[in-house]
């Protein structure tokens, strides 16, 4: 046993060193791979990481294109707004102005036409009580009182187109 127990303590001891070596180089190569494992994960963390950032940006940037478009189309919907505001209150001015004035004239022509028209037709009373007296006083010469009332006749239908033609321009103008 002397031979033989040298060379198995030796090969006890040897495998003693050897043992945890190999046991260390085992879970090394273990650990190597976890970690190898580990960093492919942490890559393809960092690439999601980075794919959402900037999906994030460009959402951002979208976010902020479509505040400004909106921002710039409420700004032109508020100034063509404020635009046919004003134009709405400058015609609605001018329209009552013209409508004042309209009135006005209006007055104006009836202020006129009235006593014209009294007038006229106090002129028609009167030919056709003169006609009427005519009639009566020189009832002998029917022949030439009939032409002379016949004249008379159209001219007071004359005058009474006349007094008709004026009220219709008063009514025109009242339009």
């Not at 960093?39 to 959402?52: M, Q, T, V």
């Not at 009939?146 to 006749?153: G, I, Q, S, V």
Request: glycine share 2%; net charge neutral.
């Amino acid at each position: 046993m002397t031979v033989n127990q040298p060379n198995f303590i030796i090969l006890l001891l040897f495998l003693l060193v050897l043992g945890p070596l190999i046991y260390q180089l085992l879970f090394q190569r273990k650990v190597e791979r976890k970690i190898a494992e580990m960093e492919k994960g942490i890559a393809n963390l960092l690439d999601n990481y980075n794919s959402f950032i900037n999906a994030k940006n460009v959402l951002a940037n979208k976010v902020l294109t479509i505040q400004k478009a909106t921002d710039y189309f409420q700004k032109t919907v508020d100034d063509k707004v404020k635009n046919l505001h004003q134009m709405f209150n400058s015609v609605s001015e001018k329209t009552n102005l013209l409508y004042k004035e309209r009135e006005a004239l209006i007055e104006k022509v009836q202020t006129h036409v009235k006593p014209l028209t009294a007038s006229l037709e106090d002129l028609k009373n009167q030919f056709n009580k003169l006609q009427e007296s005519m009639k009566k006083v020189f009832g002998q010469n029917d022949e030439k009182w009939t032409e002379l009332a016949n004249h008379l006749d159209y001219f007071s239908d004359e005058i009474q187109k006349m007094k008709d033609h004026i009220r219709e321009r008063n009514i025109d103008c009242e339009l």
